[in-house]
């Protein structure tokens, strides 16, 4: 799994961002360094890497995954929310974090088994806590276009797979992306009694292949993970979502269109809420 860290002003605040492989997490950084380097909101230090993104990109190619375990770096030193200009100083950059065993750590969770976690995975949940307690939110990325297969595994499907099992298809990504990772927080709020709500981002990929609004991933997120949500919302957490497409796939793609798919919302929240924990 990758983790990508958001670093704010001279406290360096930071927002970490999980999600499980090919959840679409480099398309996502590099259709938001895309827009925040259009916007004249910031600047990437690796340009040698996005120009060798940017072929795979334009072809339509898969990214290969070397480039995906490539650090990288995006800076961004203002956020325009309105017709202010907030001036910041955070960044978002990548690091590798467990792959396929913060995954199954993530299946053991999603089932109860805490007391039948190895050793290497007692490392990866307190890994995951450690890096909770030190950040000052967090970025969860989500991939609804992804089914359980007869093996117990989440796999990838098609557009067309997805709109004649849509349902079937949220519930599955939901239960193995979602509701381990709320169990692991539940677990570092036990751990931590007195720790003050975070702001948790919840950020849906794909939607250029899902088709859905985020109104709709709204009804479905809302309602399915309600007990859920509530129970960190009671604890002071500040719960968000986006639905995002990415730069160079289908109708939805373009700049104009990246920007009302919660990119901007996504750096405008972050902005705000870190500004006014200052």
């Given at each position: 799994m990758a983790i990508m860290r958001l670093e704010f002003g001279r406290r360096k605040r930071k927002i970490p961002v999980i999600g499980i492989r090919q959840v679409g997490k480099s398309y996502?950084?590099?259709?938001?360094?895309?827009?925040?380097?259009?916007?004249?909101?910031?600047?990437?230090?690796?340009?040698?890497?996005?120009?060798?993104?940017?072929?795979?990109?334009?072809?339509?190619?898969?990214?290969?995954?070397?480039?995906?375990?490539?650090p990288i770096n995006l800076f961004v030193d203002k956020v325009d929310i309105g017709e202010s200009s907030i001036p910041c100083n955070f960044y978002i950059y990548t690091e590798d974090f467990g792959g396929a065993e913060f995954e199954e750590l993530m299946r053991s969770l999603a089932k109860g088994e805490l007391s039948t976690?190895?050793?290497?995975?007692?490392?990866?949940?307190?890994?995951?806590?450690?890096?909770?307690?030190?950040?000052?939110?967090?970025?969860?990325?989500?991939?609804?276009?992804?089914?359980t297969d007869g093996k117990g595994n989440l796999v990838t499907v098609t557009a067309d797979e997805f709109r004649k099992k849509r349902d079937e298809c949220i519930r599955s990504s939901l239960a193995e992306q979602v509701v381990p990772l709320t169990k692991a927080i539940d677990i570092f709020i036990k751990m931590n009694?007195?720790?003050?709500?975070?702001?948790?981002?919840f950020v849906f990929t794909k939607s250029d292949v899902?088709?859905?609004?985020?109104?709709?991933?709204?009804?479905?997120?809302?309602?399915?993970?309600?007990?859920?949500?509530?129970r960190l919302r009671r604890r002071g957490f500040i719960i968000k979502w986006y639905n995002v497409a990415s730069y160079g796939f289908g109708g939805k793609s373009t700049t104009s269109l990246l920007r009302q798919f919660g990119y901007t919302e996504l750096l405008q929240d972050i902005a705000d809420y870190l500004g006014r924990r200052r």
């Open positions: 996502f950084f590099f259709t938001l360094a895309h827009i925040v380097s259009e916007l004249g909101w910031g600047e990437v230090d690796n340009v040698d890497y996005f120009h060798d993104m940017f072929q795979y990109i334009l072809n339509g190619l898969p990214i290969p995954p070397t480039m995906e375990r490539t976690i190895r050793p290497e995975q007692k490392d990866l949940l307190d890994a995951f806590i450690n890096l909770f307690r030190n950040a000052d939110g967090i970025i969860i990325m989500i991939d609804v276009v992804r089914l009694p007195n720790v003050k709500g975070k702001p948790v981002f899902h088709g859905m609004d985020k109104a709709e991933i709204e009804n479905y997120f809302a309602r399915l993970m309600a007990i859920n949500l509530a």
